[in-house]
């Protein structure tokens, strides 16, 4: 069962002890399907738009006090992204300046390589996904940290795939 409702609010936040909001984001990514059904060895991730404008990024959101991050980077998945999926290990933490707000922020980053793509999710319409190759997805991603994250993770598949 899928809670087709985002959370808002930031009671529940969680700040590290220098009062950096934590965040918490995911990979979502697939390999791509052959003509025939087969799956090839493409690898796709899935970028969405901010809520206020065209900019593409990875789906991420608060950690709160009452979930893992794991379960956040979950959570956000389906909220922002309409997708679900297993999220994997953890690809790092990154500390970053947000350029809307201008405070401080810790950024953590796993894959959740997708199993399920909803039709109706909850903010479907105030955000576009789009499936696109790594390559295409290092070129519109607005996040330098996020960027940094994507190449950790091609990394990681290259490194087990060989």
């Not at 969680?14 to 697939?30: A, T």
């Not at 090839?40 to 789906?59: A, R, Y």
């Amino acid at each position: 069962m899928v809670c087709l409702v985002s959370r808002t609010g930031r009671d529940l936040q969680r700040y590290d002890n220098l009062g950096r909001r934590q965040v918490v984001g995911c990979i979502p990514y697939r390999f791509k399907c052959s003509n025939d059904g087969t799956i090839t060895d493409e690898l796709e991730v899935l970028l969405i738009s901010s809520q206020k404008g065209q900019k593409m990024m990875f789906p991420k959101g608060g950690w709160e006090l009452d979930e893992s991050r794991e379960e956040a980077a979950s959570r956000e998945s389906v909220e922002e992204a309409g997708v679900i999926g297993n999220v994997e290990y953890e690809l790092g933490k990154w500390y970053f300046i947000s350029k809307s707000h201008g405070t401080f922020y810790e950024g953590h980053m796993f894959p959740l390589l997708v199993k399920e793509e909803l039709d109706f999710w909850p903010e479907q319409h105030v955000r576009r996904r789009t499936w696109m190759n790594v390559t295409e997805a290092r070129d519109v991603c607005q996040h330098w940290w996020m960027k940094e994250a994507l190449a950790i993770f091609v990394e990681r598949l290259s490194s087990l795939q060989q």
